[in-house]
């Protein structure tokens, strides 16, 4: 079945440091979507990219899809305490019945230490 | 603002019970999905439904079962509740499929102990 798995799963950086998250999906996907998780919390839509090769930035975070829309990356600038959580993307999955789903990856769970 | 509202924050259930997660949404939503949670596996989808009585299972559906008898309200079940199924379960919903890109909103989370 589909899979949607990223790298790293953890990662611990300073303050201040740069903090990029992978995510591949074993199948060509419509659109990919990220989320984010604050400890405690739930899951958190950030953005949604559409387009081969699209790059959409957010303040300090840029999103990209690769070209093959197979892979997509979310890079943080001068990571801030406020950026501690996990971070999910998620794609359409592949059903055999109606309606649809999506799918999320394994998730990073970003540490940052002042 | 889209809310989706889950009955329960903490559970704690014996073995061999069953076991009711309960989730409303207000926005008329025609898709609602029931995920788990556990450590270095990410969300995980149990079941979703995409209309009043319509199921689909997702990636890991086995000891659990759902209701949709109301548009609004979404019910995950397991039938006989194991200590393998301790985890937080995340109930979603969203207007329309995720091909079209549409974004889900999620509930606040249940977290289960099974003893």
């Known amino acids: 079945g589909q899979q949607v798995m990223q790298i790293p799963q953890y990662q611990h950086v300073q303050e201040g440091e740069d903090f990029t998250t992978y995510c591949n999906s074993s199948t060509t996907l419509s659109n990919i979507q990220w989320y984010k998780q604050r400890p405690g919390g739930h899951p958190v839509f950030l953005i949604q990219?559409?387009?081969?090769?699209e790059v959409k930035k957010q303040k300090r975070l840029t999103f990209q899809f690769g070209e093959a829309k197979k892979n997509s990356s979310l890079h943080i600038t001068a990571t801030q305490t406020t950026d501690v959580g996990t971070y999910f993307c998620?794609?359409?999955?592949?059903?055999?019945?109606?309606?649809?789903?999506?799918?999320f990856g394994t998730g990073t769970q970003l540490k940052v230490e002042l | 603002d889209v809310k989706v509202t889950q009955s329960s924050r903490y559970l704690v259930k014996r073995t061999g019970e069953k076991v009711f997660l309960e989730c409303v949404q207000d926005m008329d939503h025609e898709n609602m999905f029931w995920y788990r949670q556990d450590p270095g596996l990410g969300l995980r989808l149990i079941y979703f439904?995409?209309?009043?009585?319509?199921?689909e299972k997702g990636d890991i559906p086995e000891g659990y079962s759902v209701s949709r008898e109301k548009k609004e309200r979404f019910s995950l079940i397991l039938e006989s509740a194991s200590t393998n199924q301790t985890s937080m379960y995340l109930c979603?919903?969203?207007?329309?499929?995720?091909?079209?890109?549409?974004?889900?909103?999620f509930g606040e989370g249940s977290w289960l102990t099974v003893v």
């Open positions: 979603a919903s969203s207007l329309y499929g995720a091909s079209s890109g549409n974004t889900i909103y």
């Open positions: 439904s995409y209309d009043v009585k319509m199921k």
């Open positions: 990219l559409v387009k081969s090769g």
């Open positions: 998620a794609g359409p999955g592949v059903v055999t019945g109606g309606g649809n789903k999506l799918t």
